[in-house]
């Protein structure tokens, strides 16, 4: 069916509507997950208080210090970087972002990229081409996958983290191929688990497939030193000046695992905005000259870079004393949504054994804790869009995340846990959760 004419675009939103599956966008006034008025003013009734649907999992968009890194450059530089690298938008701060978050990640080198979708979808359709073979995550997240399918190389998914499966693939393909590549998230954006890099390194490097790892949801968080340089070398990545990584450099980093590549988002735990790919001196050379993302686009502004390197600081020099242990900020991160998740099991929910098992019509559950992301997997849109307004009214907001985001009748509500919530504000949070689950098992049955 064209989609072009005014009457077939109405098709379509109505066909949502009656789904249940139709976005709109839902204005908050302000950012981060704590309302920053509530401590000074009292809220109006129902106003919102918390943003459980935010990705400032460090709580850092509201740090003075990033703020005075990011109007400093914007006194020196102005507001915008005019222009591509390429042309005229390099400024020395890109220089040094790239050069620290090489180190932290443990790579020769890095390139910035607008964001993590552009880094993603840049580097997927610059890489790989018809003589390619990629194997993913079906859970990988749509810009991993946006890149793969517009790149032209064969691909093939497999079940969620199911490695027996991908192996098989593997074992049948690889001998047939030059270029083989196995693509994950570390941490994936929706179920909030690991991908096992251990596991996929292994059959990375017993097939001879190079790994590409989307850290998103894992920079700033993991990373932290204990298992640094245990896990060994994967296929490509290593090179002879790349480092172990640092605090906060990701989950290959905290496993000792060394892709091919890892890509990564500044706009989650280090609060402002961008993407990048670490990665070999070679493919940034070859990325540089290829990649449409990076040529074609404006670079980011300084002042948003600038606050980029005071978060990488921020988060490589603070830790904080908790039960006598010191605790990097993601581990301290990890407690707190750790906290959160025994609240609601306290509560009565209970766990899936294994993500996407239950099936429409279940109650609410919780997926098994692996991190700040907390999914209450509701299964059906319309009560997960009933369960999110009520929680509105409560002042808590959290979008209600639906297909095709996630698979068919895998609706669900996403928590994402920052440092931003104190213990008393998570429990008041879980208490409205299981009380909008009650309400909502009364209106919906
Ligand atoms: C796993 C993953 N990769 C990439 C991205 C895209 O990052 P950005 O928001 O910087 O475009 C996201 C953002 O939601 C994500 O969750």
């Known amino acids: 069916m064209a989609i072009s004419s005014d009457e077939n675009l109405r098709e379509r939103i109505n066909s949502?509507?009656?789904?249940?599956?139709?976005?709109?966008i839902h204005e908050l006034p302000f950012t981060g997950g704590v309302s920053v008025s509530e401590a000074d003013a009292p809220e109006a009734e129902g106003a919102t208080k918390y943003n459980l649907s935010c990705n400032d999992y460090l709580n850092l968009i509201h740090?003075?210090?990033?703020?005075?890194?990011?109007?400093?450059?914007?006194?020196?530089?102005?507001?915008?970087?005019?222009?591509?690298?390429?042309?005229?938008?390099?400024?020395?701060?890109?220089?040094?972002?790239?050069?620290?978050?090489?180190?932290?990640?443990?790579?020769?080198?890095?390139?910035?990229?607008?964001?993590?979708?552009?880094a993603n979808y840049g580097l997927l359709t610059a890489l790989l081409g018809k003589s390619d073979y990629v194997f993913f995550d079906k859970l990988?997240?749509?810009?991993?996958?946006?890149?793969?399918?517009?790149?032209?190389?064969?691909?093939?998914?497999?079940?969620?983290?199911?490695?027996?499966?991908?192996?098989?693939?593997?074992?049948?393909?690889?001998?047939?191929?030059e270029?083989?590549?196995?693509?994950?998230?570390?941490?994936?954006?929706?179920?909030?688990?690991?991908?096992?890099?251990?596991?996929?390194?292994?059959?990375?490097?017993?097939?001879?497939?190079?790994?590409?790892?989307?850290?998103?949801?894992?920079?700033?968080?993991?990373?932290?030193?204990?298992?640094?340089?245990?896990?060994?070398?994967g296929v490509g990545g290593a090179d002879a000046d790349a480092g172990a990584g640092g605090v906060g450099g990701g989950l290959c980093v905290e496993m000792g695992v060394r892709p091919y590549i890892v890509v990564g988002t500044l706009s989650k735990a280090y609060a402002s905005y961008g993407g990048f790919i670490s990665c070999s001196h070679l493919v940034r050379e070859y990325l540089l000259n290829t990649m449409r993302t990076f040529i074609f686009s404006t670079s980011l502004p300084p002042s948003v870079v600038a606050s980029s390197i005071g978060a990488l600081e921020i988060v490589s020099s603070t830790s904080t004393i908790t039960m006598g242990e010191e605790l990097t900020m993601g581990e301290e991160l990890m407690l707190r949504a750790?906290?959160?998740?025994?609240?609601?099991?306290?509560?009565?929910?209970?766990?899936?054994?294994?993500?996407?098992?239950?099936?429409?019509?279940?109650?609410?559950?919780?997926?098994?804790?692996?991190?700040?992301?907390?999914?209450?997997m509701v299964y059906d849109n319309d009560r997960a869009v009933a369960l999110s307004r009520l929680l509105g009214e409560s002042g808590v907001h959290v979008r209600a995340i639906r297909y095709p985001t996630v698979p068919l009748h895998g609706a669900r509500l996403r928590f994402s846990i920052t440092l931003g919530f104190d213990e008393g504000q998570l429990a008041?949070?879980?208490?409205?959760?299981?009380?909008?689950?009650?309400?909502?098992?009364?209106?919906?049955?």
């Open 16 to 24: 949502m509507t009656r789904k249940g599956l139709l976005r709109n």
């Open 338 to 376: 750790k906290m959160f998740h025994g609240m609601l099991m306290d509560a009565g929910l209970r766990v899936e054994e294994e993500s996407g098992t239950a099936t429409d019509g279940t109650e609410p559950m919780l997926l098994a804790f692996s991190s700040q992301i907390v999914p209450i």
């Open 140 to 177: 990988n997240h749509a810009s991993l996958l946006d890149g793969i399918l517009h790149s032209g190389c064969k691909w093939k998914s497999f079940p969620h983290k199911n490695y027996h499966v991908l192996e098989e693939s593997l074992r049948r393909v690889a001998s047939k191929y």
């Open 179 to 233: 270029n083989i590549y196995i693509v994950t998230d570390s941490i994936f954006s929706m179920d909030g688990d690991r991908a096992d890099l251990v596991a996929l390194q292994r059959l990375s490097t017993m097939y001879g497939a190079k790994m590409i790892v989307d850290e998103s949801h894992a920079m700033g968080i993991c990373g932290a030193g204990a298992g640094v340089g245990v896990g060994g070398v």
């Open 63 to 118: 740090h003075p210090y990033l703020q005075e890194c990011a109007s400093n450059a914007m006194a020196m530089y102005g507001v915008g970087s005019g222009g591509s690298r390429l042309m005229g938008g390099a400024t020395p701060l890109h220089g040094e972002l790239e050069e620290r978050l090489a180190v932290l990640t443990g790579f020769p080198s890095t390139l910035l990229v607008g964001s993590g979708y552009l």
């Open 428 to 445: 008041e949070i879980a208490h409205s959760v299981v009380q909008a689950i009650a309400k909502s098992s009364g209106s919906t049955r």
